[in-house]
C-alpha cells in the first residue's frame, strides 16, 4: 500500500505562487504513477498535472498548462506540484492520487487511481 500526505496549500493573492508537496510512504513509489486533481464543491474532480513512474513523462490539463509544473523526487518519495501565476479560478482542495504503473502513460482519470491523499485546500484571491 501507499499511503500519501499532502502539504503546501494556503491563501495566496492572484499572480502569486504556491508549491504542494505530496509526500509517499510505503512500498515501491518508484513505480507508481502519480496525478494532481483538484476539486470545487458541485463540481467534477478535474485532473490537473501529472507524471509517470520515472519522472520521463508529465502530463497537463490545458487550463494549468504553462503555469502549473509537475515533479517528483523518488529519493525523497515525494510528488510536487510548483503553481505560479495563479488565478482565482485555481481555487479548490487538491488533491494528489497514485496508481502503480510502469507505463510511460499518464492518466487523467481520477477513476484510475486507487490511492489518494487527503487535500489541500488553495485559495487564490482576486
Known amino acids: 500500500q501507499v499511503q500519501l500526505v499532502e502539504s503546501g496549500g494556503g491563501l495566496v493573492q492572484a499572480g502569486g505562487s504556491l508549491r504542494l508537496s505530496c509526500a509517499a510512504s510505503g512500498r515501491s513509489f518508484s513505480t507508481y504513477s502519480m496525478g494532481w486533481f483538484r476539486q470545487v464543491p458541485g463540481v467534477e474532480r478535474e485532473f490537473v498535472a501529472g507524471?509517470?513512474?520515472?519522472?520521463?513523462?508529465?502530463d497537463y490539463s490545458d487550463s494549468v498548462k504553462g503555469r502549473f509544473t509537475v515533479s517528483r523526487d523518488n529519493f525523497k518519495n515525494t510528488v510536487y506540484l510548483q503553481m505560479n501565476s495563479l488565478i482565482p479560478e485555481d481555487t479548490a482542495v487538491y488533491y494528489c492520487?497514485?496508481?502503480?504503473?510502469?507505463?510511460?502513460?499518464?492518466?487523467?482519470?481520477?477513476?484510475?487511481?486507487?490511492?489518494w491523499g487527503q487535500g489541500t485546500q488553495v485559495t487564490v484571491s482576486s
Open positions: 492520487a497514485a496508481r502503480s504503473s510502469v507505463s510511460r502513460v499518464v492518466n487523467k482519470s481520477s477513476a484510475w487511481y486507487n490511492y
Open positions: 507524471i509517470n513512474w520515472s519522472g520521463g513523462s508529465t
